[in-house]
């Protein structure tokens, strides 16, 4: 199957036909990773594994070189009729 390359506002397109996505098992607002080389571009999907809070902390490097540490701070009297 062939294509052309196309001008898209400032960058360059490619539409790619309904057939070939399907093929692929790829669909619309799919995330894809795109690989190019000298005469070649490669588009794989990735995977959009939802996270859970827990895997998000524990991937958190912050300012304490790789490992989150969670303290307390005073935020001073209170005001007004704040639960405590």
Same mark, same amino acid.
């Given at each position: 199957?062939? %294509? !052309? *390359? =196309? /001008?898209?506002? @400032?960058?360059?397109? *490619?539409? *790619?036909?309904? %057939?070939?996505?399907?093929? =692929? $098992?790829?669909?619309? @607002?799919?995330?894809? #990773?795109i690989?190019?080389? /000298?005469?070649?571009?490669? !588009?794989?999907?990735? =995977?959009?594994?939802?996270?859970?809070? #827990?895997?998000? *902390?524990? $991937?958190? /490097?912050?300012?304490?070189k790789?490992?989150? /540490? =969670?303290?307390?701070?005073?935020?001073? @009297?209170?005001?007004?009729? $704040?639960?405590?």
């Amino acid at each position: 199957m062939y %294509g !052309i *390359i =196309a /001008k898209w506002g @400032n960058s360059q397109a *490619i539409r *790619i036909p309904k %057939g070939l996505l399907e093929v =692929a $098992e790829l669909h619309e @607002n799919d995330r894809v #990773e795109i690989d190019a080389g /000298k005469d070649y571009i490669t !588009i794989k999907r990735v =995977a959009n594994k939802h996270k859970t809070l #827990e895997e998000r *902390i524990s $991937e958190y /490097k912050g300012e304490y070189k790789g490992e989150y /540490k =969670a303290s307390e701070w005073d935020t001073g @009297n209170s005001k007004g009729k $704040e639960v405590l």
